[in-house]
Nanobody, 120 residues
Framework: QVQLVESGGGLVQPGGSLRLSCTVSGLTGSISTMSWYRQAPGNQRELVAV????????NYADSVKGRFTISGDNANNTVYLQMNNLKFQDTAVYYCYARVYSGGYYWASWGQGTQVTVSS
């Protein structure tokens, strides 16, 4: 059973930085893409960044471009989200998402979420 475990959330002041990590375990296939989503209270879950494992190609939501960087460590099935110049509106629960190819099918797995709070 695929499991995603996130870490790195916390409380930070505006302008500060955090790095989130997400490690995939129980993998029997290959990871196609890994993504970070976030959900603030009262809002829908939104895509923050996605990286394609094979190429390292990344895409970002407009709201985080130039501030956040997604990167992957394929050898350790881990994805990172470096968040710089954090703003109040970045406060949310951040979820890791993996799209896995196994047995001829694509499977989706979510992490449990990690809280990021930007506050002065």
């Amino acid at each position: 059973q695929v499991q995603l475990v996130e870490s790195g959330g916390g409380l930070v002041q505006p302008g500060g930085s955090l790095r989130l990590s997400c490690t995939v375990s129980g993998l029997t296939g290959s990871i196609s893409t890994m993504s970070w989503y976030r959900q603030a209270p009262g809002n829908q879950r939104e895509l923050v960044a996605v990286i394609t494992s094979a190429t390292g190609s990344a895409n970002y939501a407009d709201s985080v471009k130039g501030r956040f960087t997604i990167s992957g460590d394929n050898a350790n099935n881990t994805v990172y989200l470096q968040m710089n110049n954090l703003k109040f509106q970045d406060t949310a629960v951040y979820y890791c998402y993996a799209r896995v190819y196994s047995g001829g099918y694509y499977w989706a797995s979510w992490g449990q979420g990690t809280q990021v709070t930007v506050s002065s």
